[in-house]
Nanobody, 123 residues
Framework: QVQLVESGGGLAQAGESLRLSCAAS????????MGWFRQVPGKAREFLAA????????YYLGPAKGRFTIAKDNAKNTMYLQMNNLRPEDTAVYYC????????????????WGQGTQVTVSS
């Protein structure tokens, strides 16, 4: 069974940076894609970025464009999200996910999710 564990969240001030990690475990872990999403209470889960596990193709939407960078380390089965120039509106629970669908922006297309890590940005 695939397990995903996020880490690296916490408190930051506006303008600072954080790097989130997502460590995957499980037999023969080799999804088509891994992604980062975030969610605030009362709102839908929002796609941020995705990376294909073998080729390393990357996809970004919305607030992730220009400030966030997704990366991976296949040897460590770990994915990262470098977040720069954080803003108070980036405050959310951040989730990583893994799946085999090419519809990378849709949360419902992912098969495995982490438990989430809280990011809080103060002004």
């Amino acid at each position: 069974q695939v397990q995903l564990v996020e880490s690296g969240g916490g408190l930051a001030q506006a303008g600072e940076s954080l790097r989130l990690s997502c460590a995957a475990s499980g037999p023969t872990f080799s999804p088509y894609v891994m992604g980062w999403f975030r969610q605030v209470p009362g709102k839908a889960r929002e796609f941020l970025a995705a990376i294909t596990w073998i080729r390393g193709n990357t996809y970004y939407l919305g607030p992730a464009k220009g400030r966030f960078t997704i990366a991976k380390d296949n040897a460590k089965n770990t994915m990262y999200l470098q977040m720069n120039n954080l803003r108070p509106e980036d405050t959310a629970v951040y989730y990583c996910a893994a799946g085999d669908s090419s519809l990378v922006t849709r949360p419902g297309e992912y098969d495995h999710w982490g438990q989430g890590t809280q990011v809080t940005v103060s002004s």
